[in-house]
């Protein structure tokens, strides 16, 4: 089992910036792929980003990219989201996941371990 564990969320006026980290612990050798997905009152989950074990490939959706930056620190087997220019409409519950490969990545119902997720209110 892989065990996921979230910080760094809180309350943000518009245009300000947070970082979220993601530990993770257990056989985390099968969280060599790490992603973040994200839920706000009333819609469905979604994919937000994901990382590979070298952190060489990184995938982001289309409404965070260029703001929204994933890594990751293996010594430490934290994975990071560093959220920038951050709007009203990226108020979410965020919640990390992590699987054994990035195939498949977007089918959230493919990621077997997942945190209990962070609150992030971004006010306008």
């Known amino acids: 089992q892989v065990q996921l564990v979230e910080s760094g969320g809180g309350l943000v006026q518009a245009g300000g910036s947070l970082r979220l980290s993601c530990a993770a612990s257990?056989?985390?050798?099968?969280?060599?792929?790490m992603g973040w997905f994200r839920q706000a009152p009333g819609k469905e989950r979604e994919f937000v980003a994901v990382?590979?074990?070298?952190?060489?490939?990184?995938f982001y959706s289309d409404s965070v990219k260029g703001r929204f930056t994933i890594s990751r620190d293996n010594t430490k087997n934290t994975v990071y989201l560093q959220m920038n220019s951050l709007k009203s409409e990226d108020t979410a519950v965020y919640s990390c996941?992590?699987?054994?490969?990035?195939?498949?990545?977007?089918?959230?119902?493919?990621?077997?371990?997942w945190g209990q997720g962070t609150q992030v209110t971004v006010s306008s």
């Open positions: 996941a992590a699987r054994g490969a990035l195939e498949g990545y977007r089918s959230i119902g493919s990621w077997p371990y």
């Open positions: 257990g056989r985390t050798s099968r969280a060599a792929v």
């Open positions: 990382i590979s074990w070298t952190g060489g490939s990184t």
